[in-house]
């Protein structure tokens, strides 16, 4: 198995936990934020793909598929088009309602899918290139993709466990 082989495995697996979390799912359970507060499963699932799309697109140095492939369109929150979602509190979380769960797993397997084409042109040497020299030690292009994978995987696993706060019943994919 290649490098770029072993990680598009890890790339898929937040999109399949996604199908799991949003399967089923009431546009009230998915916009509900828990305690009122907390991050719903539509900003969990939103702000997974969101970040892992902006870090590609900088590696890449590529448009983000939220702009190019129109899904800031399709989504018409009432948030920048450069959001992610970091920094975000109960009033921006608020600010990502959806209708149903198809956008957000369309669009977080449309990122997934970016990333993976993007690995698969990548040399072992470029997945070596240091991309950023502000942490010690300095990261890789390769610790960098997986950093962000990392986080969205995270990012999915508390969609479940949101899920499973404020909806009576449903147990989680695992």
């Known amino acids: 198995m290649t490098p770029q082989e072993l990680f598009e495995d890890a790339a898929r697996r937040p999109s399949q936990v996604a199908q799991h979390v949003l399967g089923g799912i009431s546009p009230e359970v998915l916009n509900t934020m828990p305690g009122g507060t907390a991050n719903s499963v539509a900003w969990l699932v939103w702000h997974a793909a969101r970040q892992q799309d902006a870090q590609v697109a900088g590696l890449a140095g590529t448009e983000e598929v939220w702009t190019a492939q129109g899904w800031n369109g399709r989504f018409g929150l009432d948030l920048p088009d450069s959001s992610m979602g970091l920094g975000h509190g109960p009033d921006d979380v608020a600010r990502v309602r959806v209708a149903s769960a198809e956008?957000?797993?369309?669009?977080?397997?449309?990122?997934?899918?970016?990333?993976?084409?993007?690995?698969?042109g990548l040399t072992?040497?470029?997945?070596?290139e240091v991309v950023d020299r502000s942490w010690d030690p300095p990261v890789t292009r390769g610790v960098r993709?997986?950093?962000?994978?990392?986080?969205?995987?995270?990012?999915?696993?508390?969609?479940?466990?949101?899920?499973?706060?404020?909806?009576?019943?449903w147990s989680g994919p695992f």
């Open 103 to 120: 956008p957000l797993q369309a669009y977080l397997d449309a990122v997934v899918e970016r990333t993976v084409d993007y690995v698969h």
């Open 124 to 128: 072992d040497a470029q997945l070596d």
């Open 145 to 169: 993709l997986v950093s962000t994978v990392d986080d969205a995987a995270q990012h999915l696993g508390q969609a479940a466990y949101a899920r499973g706060l404020v909806d009576d019943g």
